[in-house]
């Protein structure tokens, strides 16, 4: 369950101000997040996840409040309970398919890399029809098969929040369809919340609840 | 901390030239001295050895280093004294002396007269063939017969020092007798000749024929005037034709070796040269050499001092680019905070990074200095010596 209160943000020295007066998302919930360019949509969810922190009010998830918590207890928090697929891909070049998914038990250790994780990796990776390509490096896939990676990378800790900006822009329209299936798929299994910003009308149906972000913005 | 090593290992293979290139210069900054200390202290070690071997040495008066380097390993002779020192040596009983005569040159290697004694002196035993026993007869030492492509009963002539003086010494040809075994010193690189062929090549002696017929010039023979033809090859048929003129006590040499019989000899032989203003000095090649040594190892602490600055500057171009490197990977950095890494870890990889290439100078190093170990003497004598 994610509840905002009374959010406001700004970044320093910009204009561009987000305040959203109160949202709140239940568990299990798959929500679209639209709205114009520059409409806060992935402040929006850097918020969610604790990367940006607001200058007033609370972003709550699964009760815990994101503004109380010092840095590192945001980022294990976020490590170890949401997904976050990124608007660029961020694969890391020099790592092949399994180990960009499995980066993050690399380098935080609130995360354990063992034998289970492995053997998840490569199940999500065959979910995600990769499995003949784990030892790949990012260069020598196609971006459908790199966005993918990065969806197989988010949801490897099985989080309870899944945050996704953008991760089936610049697709063509069956690599948009199967991650998005891959992302619901696995936040069903997991019992996992979705919010995920699109700017594919076509995609909307599928999600439970629609939110426009353009109200928001001041 | 095995994860941090495994993602800087990835790292460093996926940007591999760029990882060897640090590494390697990593590995020269800290082999370099330790490589070029190596080689000095071999060449001390070898040059000492060979001096140390040579008891005591006469030469012509003037510079001590050319007449050792001259004697010790055929550089050309600064001067040359008479063979009548090396008598003067033999009467006084405290030393046996043997004439050296490192003059000639035969294709580019040194063609040196001795008496058989020196070989005895030296160790040194023919691989193939024998040692030489008459005029005309030469020993290569190993690598000047693996240079010259010779082999026992082959013909090696001599090299007229001016090819252009018509009057000049004949070439001769010098029967290879014997090939010495390799004993890693300069006599290696030697062509040997008895002392008289020696003087035959330089025109001391000679062989001819005279009366009708002579005066010609073939493959036997060189004109010398008239009717009177040189040899140009001794045999057995015209050895007894040769001869010299003159007194053979005022024959050439370059140096005599001379080998005391104890210490008190020694002191005693070394009192007879105390004039620096006389025609000869009595020199011992070890004191000479580490004087040699001296100046070499003040030439080595001159480039510990250049190498010094140099390393720092390279360590700091190492910096640098390692400095370039991580504002190029601004955008990777920025990921990984992104998916959960502190900054505390970011510094673990790097440091990890750091660590593995410091491992592979290190080893790389290791490997240089292990090289220069192994191949340090035969550098030695190949390029500082020879």
Known sequence: ?????????????????????????SRGEKIALIGASGAGKTTLLKLMAGIAVPQSGN???????????SDRQRRNFRVSRIGFVFQELELLEYLNVLDNIVHTYRIN???????????????????????????????????????????????????????????????????KSRILGLLFRMTERNGATLAAVTHDHELLPRFDRVIDLSAFRR | MQHDFYLAWRYLRHNKIRSLILAACLAMITALPQALHRLLDEAERWMSARAEATPLLVGAQGSAADLVLNALYFTDAPAFISMGEADRIAATGWADPLPVYARFRVRGLPLVGVTTDYFEFR???????????????????????????????????????????????HP?????????????????????????????????????????????????????SGDVSAYTEITPDNLASFHFHGDPADFPISAVIAVPRDVRSAALLRGRYPDSEAKTQIVRPLDVTRSLLQNIFRIGALFDAILLPLGAAALLMV??????????????????????????????????EIALIALGAGTLGLVLVQAVRAGAAEFVRHFVIA
């Open chain 1, 1 to 25: 369950m994610i509840q905002i209160e009374d959010l406001e943000f700004r970044y320093p020295g910009a204009e561009f101000r987000l305040a959203v007066p109160e949202l709140r998302i």
């Open chain 1, 59 to 69: 972003v709550r998830v699964d009760g815990v409040p994101m503004r109380e918590l």
């Open chain 2, 172 to 224: 001769l040809k010098l029967k290879v007798v014997g090939i010495l075994a390799k004993s890693h010193v300069p006599d290696d690189r030697a062509v040997f000749v008895d002392l008289q062929t020696a003087w035959v090549i330089e025109g001391l002696g000679h062989g001819h024929e005279t009366g009708p017929g002579a005066g010609r010039a073939d493959a036997a023979f060189a004109p010398l």
């Open chain 1, 109 to 175: 250790r609130v995360l354990k890399l063992n034998g289970r994780v492995r053997e998840r990796a490569a199940e999500l990776a065959e979910a995600a029809g990769l499995m003949g390509k784990l030892k790949r490096m990012p260069r020598e896939l196609s971006q459908g098969e790199r966005q993918r990676v990065a969806v197989c990378r988010a949801l490897l800790p099985e989080p309870g929040l899944i945050l996704a900006d953008e991760a089936t822009g610049s697709l063509d329209p069956g690599n």
């Open chain 2, 319 to 352: 910096a640098l680019v390692f400095a370039l490197s991580l504002r190029l990977r601004q955008r990777e950095i920025e990921t990984i905070h992104l998916i959960g890494c502190s900054p505390l870890t970011v510094v673990r990889l790097m440091a990890a």
């Open chain 2, 123 to 169: 160790g040194l035993a023919p691989a193939e063939g024998v040692l030489p026993a008459l005029l005309g007869d030469c020993v290569l030492g190993a690598e000047a017969a693996e240079r010259l492509k010779l082999a026992p009963g082959d013909v090696l002539p001599t090299t007229p020092e001016n090819v252009f003086d018509l009057a000049g010494v």
